[in-house]
């Protein structure tokens, strides 16, 4: 059982900068991929980033490529997603994933892969 908890969001203007954290409790969070996902208003919860078990292995969908990264510290059960250069089209809620069904790769990731989920965290970005 793994569970965790998102903080860092808040509203920003575009051209700022966020760093999401996750942190996580419960044990072998060090055997889990992770991932941020978000869901913007009206829209399905899509994939932002994933974070394979070590952190040797990263992906970024499309849109965030150059803006934000994923990173994790194993010892702290902690992950984190640094967001530059917000875009008012990066406004949605944030979530905090965890995963060991690794089967078809990081970009694959879909909700109903993930184990376990966090509350989220809203970011909100004005122009």
């Known amino acids: 059982q793994v569970q965790l908890v998102e903080s860092g969001g808040g509203v920003v203007q575009a051209g700022d900068s966020l760093r999401l954290s996750c942190a996580a409790s419960?044990?072998?969070?060090?055997?889990?991929?992770m991932a941020w996902f978000h869901r913007a208003p009206g829209k399905e919860r899509e994939l932002v980033a994933a974070?394979?078990?070590?952190?040797?292995?990263?992906y970024y969908t499309d849109s965030v490529k150059g803006r934000f990264t994923i990173s994790r510290d194993n010892a702290k059960k902690m992950v984190y997603l640094q967001m530059n250069s917000l875009k008012p089209e990066d406004t949605a809620v944030y979530y905090c994933?965890?995963?060991?069904?690794?089967?078809?790769?990081?970009?694959?990731?879909?909700?109903?892969?993930?184990?376990?989920w966090g509350r989220g965290t809203l970011v909100t970005v004005s122009s």
């Open positions: 419960g044990r072998s969070f060090s055997t889990y991929a």
């Open positions: 974070i394979n078990w070590s952190g040797s292995n990263t």
């Open positions: 994933a965890a995963t060991r069904r690794l089967y078809n790769g990081l970009g694959a990731l879909n909700y109903y892969d993930m184990d376990y």
